[in-house]
């Protein structure tokens, strides 16, 4: 159920985005699968969907994805894990700012590297800290 998409480019050295388009009824079914397990009892469950959630924020840049937001900050503010509501945050930020998203793409096709879930929330906590490093 978790895995209802598959981003088989992620596993590849470097990264590019799905030539072939996401039909309709795959993206309601990944997002009402991942809104699921967001609400999971256990925390690598959860950490798993928030990765999967920016994944999918990459593969689908318009996606609709209210109901991922309103759990991923319910997360972020509430859960009993820091490391959940830490990367529940990062997640939030980097599928609501588009040009954050769009930069942190851009640097995934430029740069070949292998993705895993740290490397993932590393980059963008990185990226994040810079531009709030730049805002001030």
Known sequence: MISLLSFQQLNASAYS?????IDSL????????????LQHELDSVVESS?????????EVPNAKLG?????LKELSK???SSSVRIK???????INDQEFRRNYTNA?????????????FRNVSEQFITKANLSK
């Open 17 to 21: 985005p799905s030539q072939s388009p």
């Open 78 to 80: 509430t859960h009993a």
């Open 26 to 37: 795959t993206l309601e079914r990944a997002v009402k699968g991942y809104e699921i397990s």
């Open 50 to 58: 928030i990765y999967n959630t920016m994944v999918l924020a990459i």
């Open 88 to 94: 529940a945050f990062l997640a939030l930020e980097f």
């Open 67 to 71: 109901v991922i937001e309103y759990r």
């Open 108 to 120: 995934l096709i430029s740069q070949p590297m292998e993705l895993n879930r740290a490397q993932i």
